[in-house]
Every structure is written in C-alpha cells, then in structure tokens.
C-alpha cells in the first residue's frame, strides 16, 4: 500500500525490528498516528534517550546507564560467584527470583557458527579476566537450554577448567505446571540427568 512517505517511513523502520512483520508494523504505525502529539513525542525520547544513555558495563557488560551498574557496585553481592548468561535480559529472569545473591557476566549471545557469531563475537575475554583477577569460587553457566546454549556452556567450561574455578550449570528439564506425557524426549532426558535426592 501506498502511504504518504513518513508514515512509509515509520513502517519500515518498524518493519526492522525483530519479531515485527509488515502488519504488526501497519498497525504500530498506525497506533503511533492515533496517538495524542505528547504521548507519540514521549515515545521518541525515550527510544532517543535509550541510544545515547545505555551502555555497557564495563564489569558484567550488562546494559546500564551508570557504571559499574547497579549489580556490580551492590556491596551486599557474593563477589566469588559469578552467574553467566547470554543477554540482559536471561539476566533480569535470574534476579526475579530473589534467590541469587552473586554478581553477573552479560554475553550479548551464543555461539553459533551457523549464524557466524564465534567466541570473539561474545564477551568471553572480560569474563576470563574477572576471574583471572582472583576471589571467584564458582561459575554458574545459565546459558540457554538451546544447541547454541549448550555449545558456549561447554566451550565456556573448557575454557574455566584451567583456571582452577569451580563451573556448574543451571538445570534443565521439565517446567512446573507442565505435564510429563507432552515433553519431548531431549527434556526428558535432561531431567533424569539433573535428578537429585528427594
């Protein structure tokens, strides 16, 4: 269809990011139109304000907008174990459950040579530095139940091994609320592995 060229433009532009086909971009164009003047302008800023004020820190590479962030500078935090997850996002799942009193280290994604991304591409060299510097007990690999999870928890822990750090990693297997006779074979087999004494 042809739209008057901003409104083109804001679909397309919509249209790039992930997750979003040129229908969903239609109507999100079409909502932002609707909009009043002052909540669209809020919009704006904020994505605005996102692009200049988020960084990463340069502890964890979590995204911040102070640095350390407010995981690495929390004094209360066990500074000897370190949670390793693959995005920022894997991260704020972990601390919703009030159960993990560590600090953190942000990958920004996971192997995949399929999609070309290799160990330089995620931010491995400030993790082995970290734990280089001294004080780290363990490491708790919380990469995704994925091949490609799977692939940078293994090569992460071969990489740990020398290093003299205890490695575990997370558990996986059937999810509360779920019933045993719709899992798949591989999630099966994965909670048998990770059983423990009851």
Request: hydrophobic share 40%; glycine share 6%; proline share 6%.
């Amino acid at each position: 269809m042809d739209y008057a060229d901003p409104m083109q433009r804001l679909v397309e532009a919509l249209k790039r990011l992930p997750g979003i086909g040129a229908k969903s971009a239609q109507r999100l164009a079409f909502a932002i139109l609707h909009q009043p003047r002052e909540e669209a302008l809020a919009l704006a800023a904020a994505v605005q304000e996102v692009k200049d004020r988020i960084r990463l820190c340069s502890l964890c590479c979590h995204i911040t907008d102070v640095d350390p962030c407010r995981f690495c500078s929390d004094e209360t935090r066990d500074r000897s174990l370190i949670c390793v997850v693959e995005e920022p996002n894997n991260l704020l799942a972990v601390e919703k459950t009030r159960e993990y009193r560590g600090i953190y280290h942000v990958l920004h994604g996971s192997l995949s040579p399929l999609r070309g991304v290799g160990p330089e591409e995620l931010k491995i060299t400030p993790l082995l530095s970290r734990i280089q510097s001294g004080g780290v007990r363990e490491v708790i690999l919380a990469t995704n139940p994925t091949v490609e999870g799977e692939q940078t928890a293994v090569y992460l822990s071969r990489l740990l091994k020398p290093l003299g750090v205890m490695t575990s990693r997370i558990a996986i297997g059937i999810p509360v609320g779920s019933e045993i006779e719709y899992t798949d074979e591989v999630t099966m087999s994965k909670a048998l592995e990770g059983r423990r004494e009851f």
